[in-house]
């Protein structure tokens, strides 16, 4: 019993900070997602704290293993609104496709703004001589 109210009280602080970090976001105007704001909120107060509590710690590892349950919601959606994404099935393609692209030269161009920036060598140039 006294383990599902600490499962119980963990998830209220994830959902608090989530909600908390909703609040900012729409009070502020700030162009970045409420639910982004809630989890520097949860960081800040983590770090704070210096320790990740063991029923936070529990339950955030229960959560993300479940994790594809969250996505039902989402695919009910979707079969919600099915005519409306066959319709446009070839921009909802083309778009993922590129933000993919786009996103992964992002990433491989800041890997390597990081590689100079710390003075490390390219980690794939190791072997050669």
């Known amino acids: 019993m ?12 994830l959902v608090a900070c989530n909600e908390a970090g909703n609040y900012v976001a729409h009070e502020t105007g700030m162009p970045v997602p409420g639910t982004v704001i809630g989890i ?6 983590l770090t704070a704290l210096r320790r990740v509590p063991d029923a936070l ?3 955030s590892v229960f959560l993300l293993t479940h994790l594809n349950l969250f996505y039902v919601p989402a695919g009910v959606g979707v079969m919600g609104y099915l005519a409306l994404v066959a319709r446009d099935l070839w921009p909802i393609v083309i778009t993922m ?16 703004w990081v590689l100079r920036l710390t003075g490390k060598e390219d980690p ?5 001589t």
Do not use: D, P, R
């Open 2 to 13: 006294l383990k599902a109210i600490q499962w119980i009280l963990a998830f209220l602080v």
């Open 124 to 128: 794939a140039s190791e072997g050669e």
């Open 97 to 112: 496709f590129a933000s993919t692209f786009l996103a992964t030269i992002a990433a491989a161009l800041a890997f390597q």
């Open 40 to 45: 520097l909120i949860l960081l800040l107060a």
């Open 57 to 59: 710690q529990s339950t």
